[in-house]
């Protein structure tokens, strides 16, 4: 054989992953090279199943490693995936790589319904999700799961009770609406608010996950507070809507977590109800609530935008029923796979640039 292993090791090191801007080789990204009579074999181990480059890394690997075995031999390539992570290990969620804080300025800009199809659309990529409804004067994520009826189990490890999340639609939950009846108010003060958001991240068996979304209430609040002083966040997400007044709440969601004793990486701004499509009229847009202002808090930070989310009837219809739209097929579920997509793989940007988040130690 006129080439060894090791060519084709030296051949894969040219090849870029795009977002990392470093070779597949150093990245520790190809495992398993393996020559047989007319064949190479190799597998590329992605930073997550939901790479949206997925298909220019597979083929720029194969023209590398065919620059050097010619077109006699065969080039099987198998694509797998391992999310990153810089977390620190501890007692807390020790199966969990990212915590993915998802948060808005201001109340009605759809937050909980970008989480629960960004979730949605993650488990569907493969991943392992997980995700808490941390808005809990106003929980909502057990409605749009269809399970608002349902109970978590408890389980007792050594004398102490712990909550077992439910599952639906591939994605582990746990909301204070699981806990309460589903017609009744919770009238608590902001520390017995904190404290069930401890115990759901320290009182669930979570298990192993890729990503743990924390769907947070509106405004800046003990509850954001709690989050950060309880567990390194991997970065956060501000969800808005174009019109003015979202924005200008936004831009203090998006300064909190950029406080010096926060310094939380802000992944991404999620523009939502971007414009309006009539069913009727798919090609037709309609920008009720402004044009484009996502994408300038996006570029007055230096932040990426995420994704910009049509308003159509179906995601409303779909909240109400409990069936994500994510989960149907047509161009408002393409969005939200392809959010899921851009979030993952600023996930990986993040990990691969930036030490790990402190978790907050404050008193205020």
């Known amino acids: 054989m006129p080439f060894t292993q090791t060519d084709i090791i030296n051949a894969l090191a040219t090849v870029q992953d795009p977002d990392l801007k470093k070779d597949l080789v150093s990245l520790n990204m190809i495992k398993d090279v393996v020559l047989s009579d007319k064949k190479v074999s190799f597998t590329v181990v992605l930073t997550t199943p939901a790479c949206p480059l997925k298909e220019k890394i597979r083929q720029d690997c194969e023209e590398a490693v065919g620059q050097v075995v010619g077109d006699e031999f065969e080039i099987n390539i198998k694509m797998s995936s391992s999310v990153t992570s810089v977390r620190d290990k501890g007692p807390v ?28 659309a993650l488990a569907k990529t493969g991943a392992k999700v997980g995700l808490i409804d941390a808005d809990i004067y106003g929980p909502s994520i057990p409605l749009m799961f269809n399970c608002e009826r349902e109970q978590p189990e408890v389980k007792v490890i050594d004398g102490k009770n712990y909550i077992l999340p439910l599952e639906q639609y591939g994605v582990k939950l746990v909301s204070i609406g699981f806990l309460t009846p589903a017609d ?4 608590w003060r902001g520390p017995m608010a904190s404290s ?17 979304l924390i769907d947070l209430p509106p405004g800046t609040s003990d509850i954001h507070l709690t989050l950060v002083q309880t567990v390194p966040v991997t970065g956060a997400i501000i969800v808005t809507t174009p019109q003015k007044v979202a924005l200008a709440d936004a831009n203090k969601g998006l300064a909190m977590f950029r406080q010096p004793q926060i310094n939380v990486p802000i992944l991404g701004i999620v523009e939502n109800m971007a414009y309006f499509t009539p069913e009727e009229l798919p090609d037709n847009k309609y920008y009720i609530f402004g044009k484009d202002g996502g994408k300038s808090l996006a570029e007055k930070y230096n932040v990426p935008l995420l994704g910009q989310i049509p308003l159509v009837q179906s995601i409303r219809e779909s909240g109400d029923s409990g069936l994500p739209v994510v989960l149907k097929d047509g161009p408002t ?9 851009a979030l993952a793989q600023q996930v990986a940007i993040r990990n691969a640039k930036f030490e790990s988040t402190k978790r907050v130690e404050i008193n205020t």
């Not at 915590?99 to 960004?118: C, D, E, F, M, R």
């Not at 009744?184 to 009238?187: I, L, R, T, Y």
């Not at 759901?200 to 743990?212: K, P, S, T, V």
């Open 333 to 341: 579920s393409t969005a939200f796979m392809e959010l899921a997509a």
């Open 93 to 120: 969620l020790p199966g969990v790589k990212n915590i993915i804080a998802i948060a808005s300025g201001k109340g009605g800009v759809g937050k909980s319904t970008v989480t629960t199809n960004l979730a949605v």
């Open 196 to 212: 069930a958001l401890k115990q759901f991240i320290g009182d669930a068996i979570w298990g192993d996950l890729d990503y743990l």
């Open 184 to 187: 009744s108010a919770v009238v």
